[in-house]
């Protein structure tokens, strides 16, 4: 690492999270549907590209599409489990010491977002930092320690699904980020 609060972005895997089963957008496919003129997935890996060495892509469906954005890993479980479960699934195509991971309907989600975050694990040897805005916690905009992801097969096996709930258990702590409350906000339906 650069130096005591910075990530360089090679030790970074970049993590999309594709693999939700879109029942607010009526079954479709939410990274593949266009959002000013471009697939949704393609405004995230766009802004994810620089901060990281590689981008991996969490999805469970249409493969063969995102793998034009990088390597592709689906679930372990079976039907649509949430978050934790992409992380799960993606686990063994991370080779990098940190894991910066975002949804693929945060569109605008900040250029900066690893180098906001990794202070925050750096400085205070936190597992987790995620996103946190005026309004609410994005839990799933944050960057990680790879090797936390260790413990998700059991927390998982156990009926785990919050995330908030692991990130309790592994140390999760919360970054400010104040004045970009549309940075972080969800492209949830069609509309």
Not at 56 to 82: E, K, L, M, P
Not at 155 to 164: E, I, Q, S
Not at 169 to 179: T, Y
Request: glycine residues 10%; proline residues 5%; hydrophobic residues 40%.
């Amino acid at each position: 690492m650069a130096d005591n609060t910075a990530a360089a972005p090679s030790q970074i895997t970049g993590l999309i999270l594709a693999g939700g089963a879109g029942r607010r957008m009526g079954g479709r496919d939410k990274g593949l549907i266009e959002w000013r003129g471009e697939p949704l997935i393609e405004h995230v890996a766009r802004r994810l590209r620089p901060q990281c060495r590689e981008l991996v892509i969490s999805c469970n469906r249409n493969q063969d599409h995102y793998a034009s954005f990088g390597r592709t890993a689906a679930d372990r479980f079976a039907g649509y489990q949430g978050p934790l479960a992409g992380l799960h699934g993606a686990a063994g195509y991370i080779h990098t010491p940190l894991t910066l991971v975002c949804p693929c309907d945060v569109p605008l989600v900040p250029t900066d977002l690893a180098a906001k975050l990794a202070p925050a694990i750096v400085v205070s040897g936190a597992a987790i930092a995620f996103a946190r805005t005026t309004q609410r916690e994005h839990y799933c905009c944050a960057l990680l320690r790879t090797d936390c992801l260790d413990s998700l097969t059991a927390f998982l096996a156990d009926g785990g699904r919050a995330v908030r709930a692991w990130y309790a258990l592994e140390g999760g702590v919360a970054v400010d980020f104040p004045d970009e409350v549309d940075a972080f906000r969800n492209i949830n339906t069609v509309e």
